[in-house]
C-alpha cells in the first residue's frame, strides 16, 4: 500500500502564503493529485504532477520530487474562501485507476 | 453540463437496516469509482465499475456490500445489515477514460448515519 502523510490542520491569514506538505512511500509511482474539499462538498481536482518540478495554476502551485517522495501545494495571496481541506493523492503504474488519499491538511484562514 | 449526481445526499438508518446510494456519472462517462470516506481519515477507495462491468472491488468489504452499474440507471452502492462502523461519506467519481493524466471528477457525496 501507500503510506501519504500530510499535516492535519494549518492557519493562515487573509492574504498571506501557506505551504502544504505531502510525503509518500510506494512503488511504482504514477502520479500525485491535489484535491480541494470544501465541508460537506465533492473533493475538486486542483493538480496534477508526475514530472519533478513546479505547475503553477493562479494562486495555486504545486511541487512534486519523485526523489524524495514529497510534494507540497503552495496557496498565495489566501482569501477566506481557500478555507477548505486539501487533499493529497497518489496513483500507481499498476493500479492507474485508484488514487490512494492522505488524511488531508485542513486550512482555516483568519482575517 | 450536471457534473456526478449522487442521492441521497444525507441517509439515517438503524442497525440491521439497508442503505442503498446512487450515483449518476457525468454525461459521457463510462467509469464509475466508489470511494469512502470515514471521520478524521482520507478517502479510501472501495470499487471501480464500468457499464455492467465489476473491474475492481478489491477495497469493498468482504460482506454486506455490494455495488452494480447497469446498463441503464445510476451506479448503485449497496449495504445490507448495516452496523454503526458504516457511519461515512460515500463519495461517487467517474472519468471519460480510466489510465494516463486522468482526472477524477467527484459527487458531493451521500452520508450514511447508521444509529
Known amino acids: 500500500g501507500q503510506n501519504i502523510d500530510q499535516p492535519t490542520e494549518m492557519t493562515a491569514t487573509e492574504g498571506a502564503i501557506v505551504q502544504i506538505n505531502c510525503t509518500y512511500q510506494?512503488?511504482?509511482?504514477?502520479?500525485l493529485f491535489w484535491y480541494q474539499q470544501h465541508a460537506g462538498e465533492a473533493p475538486t481536482f486542483l493538480s496534477y504532477n508526475v514530472l519533478d518540478g513546479l505547475e503553477e495554476k493562479g494562486r495555486f502551485s504545486s511541487f512534486l520530487s519523485r526523489s524524495k517522495g514529497y510534494s507540497y501545494l503552495l496557496l498565495k495571496e489566501l482569501q477566506m474562501k481557500d478555507s477548505a481541506s486539501y487533499l493529497c493523492?497518489?496513483?500507481?503504474?499498476?493500479?492507474?485507476?485508484?488514487?490512494?488519499f492522505g488524511a488531508g491538511t485542513t486550512v482555516t484562514v483568519r482575517a | 453540463n450536471a457534473g456526478v449526481m449522487q442521492n441521497p445526499r444525507h441517509l439515517v438508518r438503524r442497525r440491521g437496516q439497508e442503505a442503498r446510494l446512487r450515483c449518476s456519472p457525468m454525461k459521457g462517462h463510462s467509469h464509475v469509482y466508489w470511494y469512502r470516506q470515514l471521520p478524521e481519515e482520507g478517502l479510501k477507495f472501495m470499487v471501480y465499475?464500468?457499464?455492467?462491468?465489476?473491474?475492481?472491488e478489491s477495497g469493498m468489504p468482504k460482506e454486506r456490500f455490494s455495488a452494480e452499474f447497469p446498463k441503464e440507471g445510476p451506479s448503485i452502492l449497496r449495504i445490507q445489515q448495516v452496523v454503526r462502523g458504516d457511519s461515512a461519506a460515500y463519495f461517487c467519481a467517474s472519468s471519460l477514460t480510466v489510465s494516463g493524466a486522468n482526472v477524477l471528477t467527484f459527487g458531493a457525496g451521500s452520508r450514511l448515519t447508521v444509529l
Open positions: 465499475l464500468q457499464k455492467e462491468n465489476i473491474i475492481d
Open positions: 510506494t512503488s511504482g509511482f504514477n502520479g
Open positions: 493523492a497518489v496513483r500507481v503504474i499498476s493500479n492507474d485507476y485508484k488514487l490512494s
